[in-house]
């Protein structure tokens, strides 16, 4: 079945650093790609998301490509600041017609 | 616009007792409904989902149960909840009849069992 696998957290990095949350996937077909944010005691969010390879999805300074070749969709960010502290998770659309399925998430610290 | 709705947002209850969380949409027709579990520092668990009123499909046998009364209201039983039942419950959404589109997650239901 499609999988996701998303590098280990905790992330911690210092206010305006480069981000890159990696993602890679497995998956029949051409799976639409996500990332949710979710920040402390919050329900989950849609951050961006790409439907067809090569799809660059962007959203808040964010942005992930989604890369057909690599099977990856990793999340970057130019200059990170303090609430962008929360966990990221990666997601696929499922086998067939099955609910999205979701990376285990990484935690991201960005301290000032 | 679409919103959707969990209460409680926190609770606590004892082993043993009974659980019911509710989670309604508003604003779409028809939507696909999900129940997550986050236990805490951990991953989303994928517990029911559901297409239309009446229609479940469990992920994960365990103590909880769902239902689908109306269209746009989903909700989580247990008879009888045991300390493992514990975590952080997320409702959510997706539209039309295909499962690859995007979810919208509620704000979610603090559980604590003691």
């Known amino acids: 079945g499609n999988s996701v696998t998303q590098m280990e957290g905790p992330v911690t990095l210092s206010e305006e650093a480069f981000l890159t949350i990696n993602c890679t996937y497995t998956a029949t077909g051409y799976p639409s790609l996500f990332w949710y944010v979710q920040y402390p005691g919050e329900g989950l969010q849609l951050l961006l998301k790409a439907t067809k390879a090569d799809d660059k999805g962007s959203n808040k300074g964010f942005e992930a490509t989604y890369r057909k070749e690599t099977t990856s969709f990793h999340l970057e960010k130019g200059s990170v600041q303090v609430s962008d502290s929360a966990v990221y998770f990666c997601?696929?659309?499922?086998?067939?017609?099955?609910?999205?399925?979701f990376g285990k998430g990484t935690r991201l610290s960005v301290i000032a | 616009s679409q919103t959707i709705h969990q209460w409680p947002a926190t609770l606590v209850q004892p082993v043993g007792s009974p659980l019911s969380l509710e989670c309604t949409v508003e604003?779409?027709?028809?939507?696909?409904l999900y129940w997550y579990r986050q236990a805490a520092g951990r991953g989303l668990q994928l517990l029911f989902y559901?297409?239309?009123?009446?229609?479940i499909s469990s992920e994960v046998p365990q103590n909880l149960s769902a239902s689908r009364p109306q269209d746009r209201q989903f909700i989580l039983s247990s008879k009888k909840l045991l300390l493992s039942d514990s975590g952080f419950y997320l409702c959510?959404?997706?539209?039309?009849?295909?499962?690859?589109?995007?979810?919208?997650f509620g704000p979610g239901t603090r559980l604590t069992v003691t």
């Open positions: 959510a959404w997706s539209t039309g009849t295909d499962f690859s589109y995007e979810q919208y």
């Open positions: 997601a696929l659309s499922g086998p067939g017609n099955t609910p999205l399925v």
């Open positions: 604003g779409t027709s028809n939507p696909n």
């Open positions: 559901s297409v239309g009123i009446g229609q």
